[in-house]
Structures are given as structure tokens and as C-alpha cells.
């Protein structure tokens, strides 16, 4: 299995073409449009990070960590997931729609992820507005084969090609891992 990996403390768009870059190397594409969905899935997810995973204590760079590891899956498919040890996509959401804890209680992990992907309670802020909402499009597209996030103890799992992940396993996160599936054939 080819695989590699990229770390830091801090977003910006030198990791982001680094990724692509090495994508582009290592794999061949049926269309630029993959590409081009994975270059937009890994910078929002990456964004997310540094606009989302870390509370407001979180002041310093040495904070903000992050990971992504790229890697190739049998049948033609690879992985890119991107990692953050944050505060989760579920505390996020709730400080967004500002839940009392009794509140709080009533919603799984998963529904407060599928609310961040899809928003029916949220109101959406000063924000994009892209979201990862704009990753379930890209799934619907055909230019994305999956879409999974595991974040606390939820799972958020969109996928139009049978399941191949390396989030299978469905335990505890401390922070969150996001996953797209592309199609692509090793050079």
C-alpha cells in the first residue's frame, strides 16, 4: 500500500498543493474533475480545522494540529483522510445552535455531525456557506466515491461505491477524521 503522510500546526495553501501535488505524481485520474473534487474536499476539511476544531483558548499555533495521510486502497481507489485533535464536530455544532446540556443530551453524536454536513437546525453565519455540504455534492456528482467523518463518538458515512474505508472501525475519536475515496490507478 502506497501511503503518505503531511502534518503541521498551521493551514495554509502551500500543504494543500503539496497534497495535490503529490496525488497528481503518484495516481492517474479518469477525469480532472477528481482532482479538482479532491483539491476542494481537502481544503475545506483543512479549513474546518483552523476555523472550527479549536476553542477560543486555543490562542498559540502549537495548538493547531493537524494531520493527512494519503493511501492506496485495493480496486483502483485512494484514501485521503484528514485528521484534527480538536474540540469535535458534535461540540462544535452545539456551540453553534447553542444547546443547554438537557438539550444536548437528547442528540447522538452522528445526528450533530449530519447536522454540520446538512444544516436543518443551524442558521448559516457570515460564513462560505460551502461547508461540507459541498463534499456530499461532489459524492452525488460521481466525482468523489465516499465520504465518511468520525468525530467523538459519531459517524457520518456517504458513499455512492461499496464501502472501502480505513475508518471502518467505529470507535471513540478524540477529535475528528474525515475521509474521501477517489478513484485513481497508481503510476
Not at 124 to 135: M, P, Q, V, Y
Request: aromatic share 6%.
Amino acid at each position: 500500500m502506497n501511503s503518505k503522510e503531511w502534518h503541521g500546526k498551521e493551514v495554509d495553501s502551500r500543504c494543500i498543493k503539496g497534497i495535490i501535488n503529490h496525488l497528481e505524481e503518484t495516481y492517474d485520474f479518469n477525469n480532472e474533475r477528481t482532482l479538482r473534487a479532491a483539491f476542494a474536499a481537502i481544503s475545506e476539511l483543512l479549513l474546518n480545522i483552523s476555523h472550527h476544531a479549536y476553542s477560543d483558548e486555543c490562542t498559540s499555533q502549537n495548538d493547531l494540529n493537524w494531520k493527512v495521510v494519503t493511501s492506496t486502497l485495493d480496486d483502483n481507489l485512494v484514501s485521503i483522510v484528514v485528521e484534527d485533535y480538536g474540540i469535535t464536530i458534535p461540540a462544535s455544532v452545539v456551540r453553534k445552535i447553542k444547546l443547554v446540556p438537557i438539550d444536548e443530551a437528547k442528540l447522538s453524536d452522528s445526528s450533530l455531525i449530519k447536522e454540520a454536513v446538512s444544516p436543518q437546525i443551524m442558521k448559516l453565519d457570515n460564513g462560505r456557506g460551502l461547508g461540507l455540504r459541498s463534499i456530499v455534492k461532489s459524492v452525488e456528482n460521481d466525482d468523489i466515491d465516499n465520504f465518511m467523518i468520525t468525530s467523538r463518538d459519531g459517524v457520518f458515512h456517504y458513499k455512492r461505491a461499496p464501502e472501502q474505508s480505513l475508518l471502518r472501525e467505529r470507535h471513540k475519536v478524540n477529535g475528528t477524521k474525515a475521509e474521501i475515496i477517489i478513484c485513481g490507478v497508481e503510476k
